[in-house]
């Protein structure tokens, strides 16, 4: 299994800001996923992080919103762009293990 | 991709088995089932996955018919714990890793 942290796991915002979220892996992996949980929702796919390319992102999303970095094989950052209150959600990174998917802590955005 | 329909919510009580059907009729040859489960405030966590017949481990059971269009969770002798929703992902986690789509999952209650 594959330990993730995430930071922060929380904050409040004010629109027309960003935030940027940082996921920490505890070992090398080739794929991190990126998604967001609206309050009483499921979980929706943002975008593919692989390390050394562009992200890929789902429909609906686009780079100039949610902007990603994937330095090295167990980091990657997540930027929430020009915050509107709709973007209040819980954001979770995600890595592909041997026997499933492995998800971080959340981080929960509030954005005012 | 394959879609999941699971029931939106269903109630038990400590001690007693239960099962939650998910059902993915477009389920692709190369698709494997994988059960999360999450608690308020927290990511998803990996239960359980199979391809087909039966798997055990120590928290769950997974029961996939020869046709794989449907799957049946099965949690034995539940706790108030267990209170939680319990999402079915269908995926191809080698060409299609970060691809599946959460369903709405099922909110399970365990009551005393």
């Known amino acids: 299994s594959a330990v993730i942290s995430q930071k922060p796991s929380r904050d409040i915002c004010q629109r027309g800001t960003s935030l940027t979220i940082q996921c920490q892996v505890d070992s090398q992996v080739t794929m991190m996923f990126w998604y967001r949980q609206q309050p009483g929702q499921s979980l929706t796919l943002i975008a593919t992080?692989?390390?050394?390319?562009?992200?890929?992102?789902e429909s609906g999303f686009v780079i100039d919103k949610f902007p990603i970095s994937r330095p090295n094989l167990t980091f990657s950052t997540l930027t929430v762009s020009n915050m509107s209150p709709e973007d209040s959600s819980i954001y979770l990174c995600s890595v592909e293990g041997g026997s499933g998917r492995f998800f971080g802590p959340g981080t929960r955005l509030t954005v005012l | 991709l394959a879609k999941t329909t699971q029931p939106i919510s269903m109630d038990s009580y400590e001690g007693q088995e239960v099962n939650i059907t998910c059902s993915h009729n477009n389920i692709a040859t190369n698709d494997y089932i994988t059960w999360y489960q999450q608690f308020p405030s927290q990511g998803p966590r990996f239960i359980i996955q199979?391809?087909?017949t039966k798997v055990t481990n120590e928290v769950a059971s997974l029961f996939i018919p020869a046709d794989r269009k449907s799957s049946t969770l099965s949690l034995p002798r539940v706790s108030l714990s267990d209170t939680a929703v319990y999402y079915c992902?269908?995926?191809?986690?080698?060409?299609?890793?970060?691809?599946?789509?959460f369903g709405d999952g099922t909110t399970l209650t365990v009551k005393p």
């Open positions: 992080a692989n390390q050394g390319s562009e992200a890929t992102y």
């Open positions: 199979g391809y087909k």
């Open positions: 992902l269908v995926g191809d986690l080698n060409t299609n890793a970060g691809k599946s789509t």
